[in-house]
Nanobody
Framework: QGQLVESGGGLVQAGGSLRLSCAAS??????MGWFRQAPGKERDVVAA????????YYADSVKGRFTISRDNAKNTLYLQMNSLTPEDTAIYYC???????????????????WGQGTQVTVSS
């Protein structure tokens, strides 16, 4: 069974930066992504990446501010978040696909494995 464990969340002031990490173990994960869920809202994609990192997807709200990357040798997914705003406050989840795909998959329904989430709070 595969496992995903997020880290790096916390409290930061508006304009600040955070780097989230997701340590993967137990099996090979192909496409991976970061999703977030704010109180009272649905879980939405933040960014997604293919297995080799050749293709990425970003939600419009984070384009130019967030960068998704992965190091397959370390079995780790990253999300570098810059210029954070209070609207970025949410629980951030790492997700992974057990099946290979040549294209990036931004939909939550495409992911089989989920981490427990890490809280990101941005103060104004």
């Amino acid at each position: 069974q595969g496992q995903l464990v997020e880290s790096g969340g916390g409290l930061v002031q508006a304009g600040g930066s955070l780097r989230l990490s997701c340590a993967a173990s137990g099996r090979t994960f192909y496409g991976m992504g970061w999703f977030r869920q704010a109180p009272g809202k649905e879980r939405d994609v933040v960014a997604a990446i293919t297995w080799r990192g050749s293709s990425t997807y970003y939600a419009d709200s984070v384009k130019g501010r967030f960068t998704i990357s992965r190091d397959n040798a370390k079995n780790t997914l990253y999300l570098q978040m810059n210029s954070l705003t209070p609207e970025d406050t949410a629980i951030y989840y790492c997700a992974a696909r057990g099946a290979w795909s040549s294209i990036v998959r931004p939909a939550t329904t495409e992911y089989d494995y989920w981490g427990q989430g890490t809280q990101v709070t941005v103060s104004s």
